[in-house]
């Protein structure tokens, strides 16, 4: 079947379009940047950040030289497990209830050059080994946004990204941007148009927030670390190929994206044919508040691909006496959905943000997890009050839910893209606490202490709640 819908017509043109745009806005850029007949300057962007966490408030200097290239890497180890906890009945998608333990290792590489002002091409090669708790299944809002959906004992290779950049700056106070991962150093102007294509994640470019993104720096939960309710597209390992431009001009962005879906619902293969695809677009507010800097954000999916209906799934069910499946009623529909993102700094060392979404709860999601409405909020403190200001203590809450379409489902045997324990007779919402403390133990070298209680795991009363707990170390250079 080929992709075709009336006003969100076949995503392969878009997309490849975009990619096309942004080679050829690169290859304009020295004209369209230079002012008064002197050339532009190397221009940065910090949209895609390996870590996921934005930077730091810019500081306005002179422009400085543009750094030509750059090579950074970063390896996380995350030793995880959950405390036995009661369950009278179990499913091909549930938690373990026996005590368990598993472990995860990332290690990535991120090269960098500079391809003329304004332009930069990034490769992430990465080497990844490990599980999550039972195979990363069996909550929603899962424990640890270091475990993929695919799991194997042996270290094995992945591109996750390969993409290029292009900065187009519009005018307004320059700026530096500092060397990172994914990111040369130089500057840029405030007002600038942003454009990045290929291969990387969704969420590098949208619902970033400075206190709760990064698995390898914050939180671990995956419904902490992004909307819950945001179903990106993206493979098992949370990629996508795919284009994004983002327009700055004053206080606010303005956000847009197309992208290739998997081949079907949670895969580990991408669409070859650009068959079904996602729009994303996103509006960004930056303010201050008593002095101090805060965001919000408001971000729009709107998915097309073959996916079930829960009601379809369950009436099928119900006619042959099998267990509901939407693969089995899946044809070309939509699914949207949409969130909103607040971050706020109180003081130099404390910060709180909150997250809250819904998306369509009638249509399977596709590629990200089992939640139709979420909300989470949080803090983030710094340790200077006692002599150790590059630690960080988090503290969160999260509470996932689904719609009566997607508990009937999952009462009458269904499995979604995490949970499903065959039955579901006293369903309830998904609540999480989560608290990590973050020891710098060496510039660029942390230790972290996680921990995480999951009430009604997969939304259901008769198992749980469960605590989880965990050890991090991560380095990068």
Request: charged share 20%; hydrophobic share 40%; proline share 5%.
């Amino acid at each position: 079947m080929r992709f075709k819908s009336a006003g969100f017509a076949d995503l392969r043109r878009p997309i490849l379009a975009g990619v096309g745009l942004a080679l050829g806005m690169s290859a304009a850029a020295p004209a369209l940047a230079a002012v008064d007949g002197q050339a532009a300057e190397p221009q940065q962007p910090t949209t895609v950040a390996s870590s996921r966490t934005p930077l730091e408030g810019p500081t306005p200097v002179a422009e400085p030289a543009g750094q030509a290239w750059a090579v950074h890497g970063q390896a996380t180890f995350v030793t995880q497990g959950n405390l036995g906890f009661h369950s009278p009945y179990r499913g091909k998608n549930s938690l373990d209830p026996a005590a368990r333990g598993r472990e995860t290792v990332d290690v990535t590489l991120f090269a960098g050059l500079r391809l003329w002002p304004g332009a930069e091409v990034w490769i992430n090669p990465e080497i990844d080994q490990g599980f999550g708790l039972s195979n990363t299944l069996g909550a929603a809002g899962f424990p640890s946004g270091e475990a993929y959906k695919v799991g194997r004992s042996k270290p094995y290779f992945k591109l996750q990204r390969l993409f290029v950049r292009q900065t187009i700056d519009l005018g307004g106070e320059r700026e530096t941007v500092e060397a990172d991962q994914n990111q040369l150093a130089g500057s840029r102007t405030a007002d600038r148009l942003v454009i990045t294509a290929g291969k990387f994640g969704v969420p590098d470019v949208f619902d970033t927030n400075q206190y709760a993104h990064d698995p390898r720096g914050d939180f671990l939960n995956w419904s902490t670390i992004e909307a819950g309710s945001f179903d990106y597209a993206a493979d098992a390992w949370g990629y996508t190929i795919g284009a994004a431009a983002e327009w700055y001009v004053g206080r606010w962005t303005v956000r847009g994206g197309l992208f290739d879906l998997s081949d079907v619902p949670n895969s580990e293969h991408l669409d070859k044919h650009f068959d079904q695809g996602q729009g994303v677009a996103e509006i960004e507010e930056r303010h201050t508040f008593r002095g101090r800097p805060g965001k919000v954000k408001v971000t729009a999916f709107l998915s097309r691909a073959r996916m079930g209906s829960f009601d379809d799934a369950v009436r099928l069910a119900q006619a042959s006496g099998q267990p509901a499946d939407t693969a089995a009623v899946r044809r070309y529909r939509s699914r949207s959905g949409i969130s909103i993102n607040l971050e706020q700094q109180l003081r130099d060392d404390l910060g709180v943000f909150a997250r809250a979404g819904f998306a369509d709860g009638d249509v399977e999601p596709f590629d990200f997890s089992d939640i139709d409405r979420t909300v989470s909020a949080g803090l983030s403190l710094k340790g200077a009050k006692w002599g150790r200001p590059d630690d960080t203590i988090g503290l969160a809450g999260v509470v996932n839910g689904i719609t009566g379409a997607h508990e009937r489902y999952f009462a009458a045997g269904g499995a979604g893209i995490l949970v499903g324990d065959g039955r579901l007779p006293n369903a309830g919402t998904e609540q999480i606490l989560e608290g990590y403390y973050d020891v710098a133990v060496a510039k660029g070298a942390h230790v972290s202490l996680d921990g995480q209680l999951i009430n009604n795991p997969g939304y259901n009363r008769d198992r749980g709640p469960v605590a989880v707990f965990a050890v991090r170390l991560h380095g990068q250079f």
